[in-house]
């Protein structure tokens, strides 16, 4: 018998569960709930149209319908809306409809959903963000519900979450591209398991765990903040005299007002279905983080989004403001978003597990060595994935992975891969087992076996790889398309080269020794990497714009093809999209900024510094004031003259922003924010950035 305490008591049996846990998946239609609403025959129609494509027949389908209808009036609903991911980032679009039709017999009003507006809708292509694909006289479009995203009931409507084609098919949106590259990802794994030995195998899916990082500011300031409202970040403002020295910051308690609202945006988002297993602090202050547990790629850039709303939506009640740009302050840290990626099949196994197997331990290394091609091969693509305005400033800042996309492995898997490659033995890594003791009453812990490096852009973190480059503000649809069309461009080339007679395991020798010059263990932050890079030849995009000119490259609108991802018209359109953005939030940032400079802060800055000079009194701090106010103005005007520059066409106005605007937006707000540390705080038109950070807390 156990030996208790003498005041132990056994614990009492308890009924029940807290509110915030008893309603996970109470606003998610998910397929346990589904199977208890339809008879199983239209459940089988159902399934066999979310397997196969074909549509329902036309009675099951409204059989589905009224279910469904019936479902969500028991949720408060009187209408519904196909929920869609035009290309301009995680902002989701809907076309709110409600429930009420008409009896044309009668003209008396009735309440209905038929199948025919359950699965799709029609809406005007040519005014979203579309790169050509669309114009107004051709402007056909057609959003269509993606059954494998159940539908969702959110501020009393229920949500159809759908894939936006034009009347062409052509992608206008994020989803189906991802819905694509999926399927290549499983086509091809499924074809390389089977060349392994893996004959039983019929699917492979890409699993995704993100993490979404954001700042939290009061909204009264914000609104006193004209380029947060206009850009998501501060174009002005010196660092907060706290910043995220010592970490004190990370992974600290919350404060009660930010608790309380992180509190029921979870239990909000458990409604959803949205698994929120992790919250914490970040290193910055005011900066926070959540995680899921890993899902279906298509699922986890669905829910990221929903996550993004539930944040933004509950931020006004109160009174508060998420800011998920990837720089919203200069200082400090920005915001990423880690898409912690893997693939497993339908038999349950995870392939970057190197297994206790030596079939599992060569099936892991063969995986291993098609990413590292795929990299490798095309590390512009990834690179472009993760290319937008806002993540420029994060990328080779000191808090974020490099431009420069890199695989690392560890130096124990980097050195078994390497030896493989030269004619030692696929198998044998992963045998051994890492424990750290500590001191009793702590038991030992058991570690990875490789370090983390967390300045690598792609890391294995010992059961996937975790893709580190992606911005807080990106629809991670688009960077998972890129990095599963690379990996399905791989793993196609491995099963191609065993078809043409080459023995599978000289095959992955092949593949390892071809494209061992990606990987790197080292510091990405350092000065190393880049002599690296150059020794090794990898492909180093600086900017944006750099990234987007890849992207029509005739390898990848190859590459593209092949696979069924993009046809040459998508790729140029998306091209053209990314471009067309780029330029643009420059443009917006750069308009704000000079409002400001001319409204705000130059009209303060000379009053402070005619005052200080009629003062009577002499001191070298009132020279600076003058002097740096005499540059702000020439910095202001230079920011003028390349604003109205801009050149036309979606290529030449990305890089000019790039090359011109940008420059001179940082020129002037160099000379700003050593103002605002002098001029008389009380005369200071903006929050400052400081306020901004700590003033909620």
């Not at 005369?683 to 400052?688: D, K, V």
């Amino acid at each position: 018998m156990p030996k208790t305490h003498s005041t132990h008591e056994a614990p009492r049996s308890t009924t029940g569960l807290p509110p915030a846990l008893a309603n996970i998946n109470g606003n998610v239609l998910d397929d346990s709930i589904l199977k208890k609403l339809v008879d199983p025959d239209v459940y089988y129609e159902f399934a066999r149209c979310r397997a196969t494509g074909l549509p329902m027949d036309r009675y099951s389908r409204d059989e589905l319908a009224k279910s469904i209808r019936g479902w969500a009036q028991s949720k408060g609903c009187i209408g519904f809306s196909h929920w869609f991911s035009p290309m301009r980032g995680p902002v989701h679009g809907e076309k709110l409809e409600t429930f009420v039709g008409v009896d044309f017999e009668t003209d008396a009003l009735v309440v209905d959903l038929t199948g025919r507006d359950l699965f799709q809708t029609e809406t005007d292509g040519s005014s979203f963000p579309n790169g050509g694909l669309r114009k107004t006289h051709e402007a056909a479009a057609y959003i269509g519900w993606d059954t494998g995203s159940p539908p969702f009931v959110y501020r009393q409507t229920l949500y159809i979450p759908s894939a936006f084609v034009s009347w062409n098919g052509e992608a206008l949106d994020q989803k189906t591209p991802l819905l694509r590259a999926d399927l290549a990802v499983n086509e091809q794994s499924v074809r390389l398991l089977h060349h392994l030995g893996d004959t039983d195998v019929r699917e492979v899916v890409c699993n995704v765990g993100w993490e979404q990082e954001f700042f939290l500011v009061d909204r009264e300031a914000y609104l006193a903040r004209p380029d947060l409202v206009a850009t998501g970040r501060t174009l002005l403002g010196a660092t907060p005299m706290r910043g995220q020295e010592q970490s004190t910051n990370y992974f600290s308690k919350l404060s009660p007002r930010v608790n309380r609202y992180i509190a029921e945006a979870r239990e909000k988002m458990w409604e959803l279905g949205i698994s929120i297993h992790c919250t914490h602090n970040e290193v910055a202050p005011a900066q926070h983080e959540i995680s899921p547990i890993f899902n279906l790629a298509n699922l986890a850039a669905d829910t990221n989004v929903l996550a993004m709303d539930v944040l933004r939506d509950l931020a006004f009640d109160h009174a508060l403001v998420a800011l998920f740009h990837e720089k919203p302050f200069a200082g400090i840290n920005g915001n990423g978003k880690h898409n912690n990626w893997g693939l497993n099949t339908d038999k349950g196994d995870n392939l970057f597990v190197p297994g206790e197997t030596e079939h599992e331990n060569r099936r892991f290394v063969a995986f291993v060595a098609a990413l590292l091609r795929a990299v490798n091969k095309h590390g512009d693509l990834l690179r472009c994935g993760v290319s937008t305005a806002g993540n420029d400033h994060r990328l080779g800042a000191q808090e974020a992975p490099p431009a420069i996309i890199t695989l690392h492995l560890g130096r124990m898997l980097e050195r078994h891969l390497k030896d493989a490659a030269a004619g030692g033995p696929l198998t044998g890594y992963g045998t051994q087992v890492k424990e750290i003791p500590i001191s009793a009453p702590v038991a030992d812990i058991r570690a990875n076996l490789e370090d983390r490096n967390r300045t690598a852009p792609f890391p294995w973190c010992g059961n996937r790889f975790e893709f580190r480059a992606v911005g807080g503000n990106q629809h991670i649809a688009f960077p998972l398309t890129m990095v599963n069309a690379a990996l399905a461009d791989s793993v196609k080339h491995m099963s191609e080269e065993i078809e043409s007679g080459t023995d599978p395991d000289q095959v992955i020798r092949e593949t390892i020794g071809d494209n061992e010059g990606v990987l790197f263990s080292g510091d990405g932050y350092s000065d190393e990497l880049y002599e690296f890079a150059a020794k090794s030849g990898l492909v180093h995009l600086k900017s944006s714009p750099e990234a987007y000119r890849e992207l029509t490259s005739p390898k990848n609108v190859r590459l593209f093809r092949e696979l069924g991802i993009f046809n040459e018209r998508e790729v140029a359109a998306r091209r053209r999209v990314l471009e067309e953005a780029y330029a643009t939030e420059i443009q917006i940032e750069a308009r704000t900024l000079l409002a400001m400079l001319r409204t705000q802060i130059l009209p303060v800055a000379i009053d402070d510094a005619s005052g200080s000079s009629a003062s009577g009194f002499t001191s070298t701090l009132f020279d600076e004031k003058r002097e740096l106010v005499q540059r702000l103005l020439n910095e202001t005007e230079a920011l003028a003259a390349a604003f109205d520059g801009f050149p036309d066409g979606e290529s030449e106005a990305a890089a000019y922003a790039h090359e011109s605007v940008k420059p001179a937006m940082e020129s002037a707000r160099a000379v700003a924010d050593r103002l605002e540390a002098l001029v008389d705080a009380r005369l200071w038109p903006l929050p400052s950035c400081s306020e901004l950070v700590h003033g909620h807390q």
